[in-house]
């Protein structure tokens, strides 16, 4: 994969109350809205850490990462009132959550509390004492883990990452082929957790010359955006009966009166040079635009990704 222009752009959640949600957002992670979209189905606020310190501030909202789209439903699309899941519970498991990195991950918490933001999982709690979750207006499960950038005292929302968004695969030397040999992502880490029983893999672009996969440190991993975690529970890849994980909207589930997360999305200088060299790969595609240069791509799961250049959302 020759473009060193791609980049993870946006994860998209579906949301009850758009305006509800980009406040929650606000207060606890010090995101704004960097653009909104209204199409006759739905109306969607994008939001990042935009702080002037921040290294993507200002920029165009597809030339950037680290950026969550919150989709609310309208019209005959929202009707009958469709139910939110946020992919942690049966029969609607799946995904599993959006990811902060944060510069002192302990003042980060003391903040959220004192602002009343519900807990899912406490730095006290459980075995993990480095990581926390809490929950957001929909339930959506929101980890927090600490990157260390400009750490003192206090919680300070100009350093928050957008770190990573969670799904759950089925096998993941199926799922590495598509990120890594599809869509030429790297492989960042590799963490195995044997008494569990799953290893988690990080993937994301990385154009630096040289690159070494799977090497990636704690630190330096929780100061990127936009990283893709695949989750994978052992086992599941050699069991017959196992149906897969849920995808609101896809080919096996396509109840629109159930919706949760939705897609990643991918951007490049030139999305179309791109999806011709996809064209020659073993890719399904489910939404192909020629003159726009857009498309929706799955992963073996059917995680839907979308593909487009810098300029289509500005």
């Known amino acids: ?17 758009v305006d ?14 960097i653009h909104k979209l209204s199409t006759e189905k739905f109306t969607s606020a994008f939001v990042a850490v935009d702080a002037k310190r921040h290294p993507d501030a200002g920029l165009p909202v597809s030339q950037r990462d680290g950026v969550i789209e919150l989709r609310q439903l309208k019209g005959e699309a929202a009707k009958p009132k469709v139910e939110i899941h946020n992919g942690n519970t049966e029969p609607y498991k799946g ?9 002192n991950i302990a003042e980060a918490q003391k903040h959220l509390l004192s602002q ?10 459980g075995r993990q004492k480095n990581i926390a979750f809490v929950l957001d207006p929909d339930q959506y499960w929101v980890e927090l883990i600490e990157n260390g950038i400009d750490k003192e005292e206090g919680y300070k929302l ?3 990452r957008m770190n990573h968004t969670m799904v759950r695969v089925k096998d993941p030397v199926r799922s590495l082929e598509f990120y890594r040999g599809v869509l030429g992502m790297k492989l960042f880490s590799k963490r195995e957790f044997p008494d569990a029983q799953f290893t988690l893999y990080f993937v994301g672009y990385d154009h630096t010359e040289g690159y070494t996969e799977g090497k ?33 909207g896809g080919t096996n589930h396509n109840d629109d009166s159930v919706v949760g997360f939705d897609h990643f999305s991918v951007s490049c200088k030139d999305s179309g040079k791109f999806l011709k060299e996809l064209t020659s790969r073993q890719v399904i595609f489910l939404h192909r635009d020629i003159e ?11 995680w839907r990704v979308g593909i487009h250049s810098y300029d289509y959302l500005k």
């Open 116 to 125: 009343g933001v519900e807990f899912k999982k406490k730095l006290e709690d």
């Open 20 to 33: 509800a949600s980009v406040k929650w957002y606000e207060d606890a992670f010090g995101v704004s809205v």
């Open 216 to 248: 990636e440190q704690s630190v330096e991993q929780a100061s990127r955006q936009s990283i893709i975690e695949l989750t994978h529970n052992w086992g599941t890849e050699n069991d017959s009966s196992f149906k897969g994980y849920y995808v609101f």
């Open 158 to 160: 100009a350093s928050n």
């Open 95 to 103: 995904f599993g959550h959006l990811c902060f990195a944060v510069s």
């Open 1 to 17: 994969m020759s473009d060193t222009s791609l980049i993870t752009n946006t994860s998209c959640l579906h949301v009850s109350d």
């Open 292 to 302: 726009a240069a857009t498309a929706t791509v799955t992963d073996p799961d059917g």
